[in-house]
């Protein structure tokens, strides 16, 4: 077998993909492929779930995202022009293409939401080490351009594309559900690339595991749209050819390109991200200039100490030393002052925070900090004055 799909949807493409992540790897493995994508539109929510779902089938995961490229910069939020996006396929080569595809993904959410979740060409080029793109469906911006006849434009965009990604690193995409425009746009798609040299490669854009579920689907988008099955205005899909489709099946589609098959499986042997579950992965908080994070922690706690007991006692210094040197031996230093940092940055801001409990409820580091409001030393006290009365 020699076909991979990388181009697809689940339920994480919300009301408009129907795969669900724990299944597709089944099927891929029923199909007899040896790895599958996840590219759910602006999203990586289902990443972990299809990773884990992948291995346990013995199938490679190929991790990515369909993203929105804005039309101008991803600041820009005007009208109708900048509502309008192209779409773009973006796989991770590996943990460090991982990363940046995180990056794009969130940057697109945090930066550049208008409608939808937007990135631009200048953020695609900071972050496009170890990615490979692939040019999308009709949606993508070298197609829209062919609808439009605009061939020295689509040309020029594609150019652009593999300029931002590197040589080898962007694909032509595709595809083929029946449609008339599709049909158009592929023979211009190989004519393309002839011309440039950009390699070829054949999707499916799956929505949905099996043809069958193809109904099922349309009510889905119906549901996103706010429409009736029966309303003939409603967006739908225009064949029932979006599912996961065997080798067999998309080798017959491309009898022409028969290298954009071949394509697949080249670019899912470059796609190589491994997680280990088994480490503890905890961002990095930033300290002030001469302070390690175990001594920041350290001094926080110790002005807190101060500032909540007007006598300290060697009760409240033997148990601050004692929470300290665990949660530095546990490795959680910076995980305590990320959780100071947004506590105290919502005090400062007025913004209600509750009492504060979590796995360290009783902590006195947390207390010092402020993440807590209830003296722990006062309250232990308290408990085992009532303890000792009930026996």
């Not at 990773?51 to 820009?76: Q, S």
């Not at 773009?88 to 969130?106: T, V």
């Not at 506590?343 to 006195?364: C, D, H, L, W």
Request: proline share 3%.
């Amino acid at each position: 077998m020699s076909f991979v799909h990388l181009h697809v949807h689940s339920e994480y493409s919300l009301l408009d993909g129907s795969s669900r992540v724990k299944v597709l790897p089944k099927k891929a493995k029923e199909l007899g492929m040896n790895s599958l994508a996840l590219t759910d539109h602006g999203v990586m929510f289902g990443i972990i779930d299809f990773y884990k779902a992948c291995k346990k089938e013995g199938i490679k995961p190929v991790l990515g995202c369909e993203i929105y490229v804005a039309p101008r910069e991803l600041t820009l939020k005007e009208g109708k022009q900048d509502a309008a996006n192209y779409h773009l396929i973006l796989l991770a080569k590996n943990n460090e293409g991982y990363k940046n595809l995180m990056k794009i993904d969130s940057m697109a959410y945090v930066d550049g939401f208008y409608y939808k979740p937007r990135i631009d060409y200048e953020n695609l080029r900071k972050y496009s080490k170890d990615i490979i793109a692939l040019s999308a469906c009709l949606g993508g911006e070298v197609q829209q351009h062919l609808l439009k006849d605009n061939y020295e434009e689509a040309k020029k965009k594609a150019l652009l594309y593999e300029e931002i990604f590197g040589k080898g690193n962007f694909y032509l995409e595709l595809q083929d559900h029946g449609m008339e425009e599709q049909k158009k746009v592929n023979k211009i798609l190989i004519k393309l690339s002839q011309e440039t040299g950009i390699p070829l490669v054949a999707t499916n854009d799956v929505h949905y595991i099996e043809k069958d579920d193809s109904k099922a689907h349309e009510i889905l988008v119906c549901i996103q749209t706010g429409k009736t099955i029966d309303d003939p205005d409603r967006l739908e899909f225009e064949s029932n050819e979006f599912y996961l489709k065997s080798e067999e099946e998309m080798r017959s589609l491309f009898p022409e390109a028969s290298e954009a098959i071949e394509n697949t499986q080249k670019i899912a042997d470059m796609c190589n991200v491994e997680f280990d579950f088994n480490v503890t992965h905890l961002p990095k908080f930033d300290t002030p200039e001469g302070f390690t994070s175990d001594e920041y922690l350290r001094h926080l706690c110790r002005e807190g100490l101060h500032r909540l007991y007007e006598d300290v006692t060697e009760v409240e210094e033997e148990r601050l030393n004692y929470e300290l040197s665990v949660i530095e031996q546990m490795g959680y230093v910076d995980y305590f002052l990320i959780v100071w940092d947004f506590i105290r940055f919502a005090n400062e801001k007025g913004i209600v925070t509750g009492p504060g409990r979590g796995s360290g409820a009783g902590s006195i580091v947390a207390y010092t900090l402020g993440i807590t409001k209830i003296d722990p030393i006062k309250y232990n006290l308290i408990f085992e004055r009532e303890l000792r009365c009930a026996r």
